[in-house]
């Protein structure tokens, strides 16, 4: 992209269409999924990839110059809305008031069978 005065973090997968991380003077957006610190897929429970979805998050929050702490909002994919309990326990491991805005979002399938979750944030630089 042409545009100087947005920052792109590419995804490391060289098969991705997506940045891990886009930056706009102080403010982040990242969209992660239930990737594992090797960067393969967790595609067990929704604890399982809730955890791996946010800690994937923090890392790349992080690389980028954020934190959690700095999540303004947070957009919560989800292929089965009765898995937001579990997430909701997982969330408040990474996240404590004052509370991002968030939105819980039911989807009908993810990029990859088995995925049960996906996170979009907005963050502030900082």
């Not at 060289?14 to 940045?19: A, K, L, R, V």
């Not at 700095?70 to 909701?88: E, K, S």
Request: proline residues 5%; glycine residues 8%; negative net charge.
């Amino acid at each position: 992209m042409a545009n100087q005065d947005i920052t792109y973090i590419p995804d490391p997968d060289p098969q991705s269409i997506s940045s891990d991380v886009t930056g706009f003077g102080g403010l982040l957006v990242s969209t992660q999924i239930p990737t594992r610190a090797d960067g393969s897929l967790e595609l067990g429970g929704i604890a399982e990839q809730s955890e791996c979805t946010l800690q994937a998050l923090k890392v790349a929050l992080e690389k980028a110059g954020s934190s959690m702490d700095r999540v303004l909002h947070l957009t919560i994919y989800l292929t089965d809305m009765a898995d937001r309990g579990a997430f909701n326990e997982v969330y408040k491991r990474f996240f404590s008031s004052p509370w991002p805005v968030r939105a819980a979002v039911g989807v009908a399938a993810l990029a990859v069978d088995g995925m049960r979750v996906e996170v979009t944030a907005m963050a502030a630089k900082g």
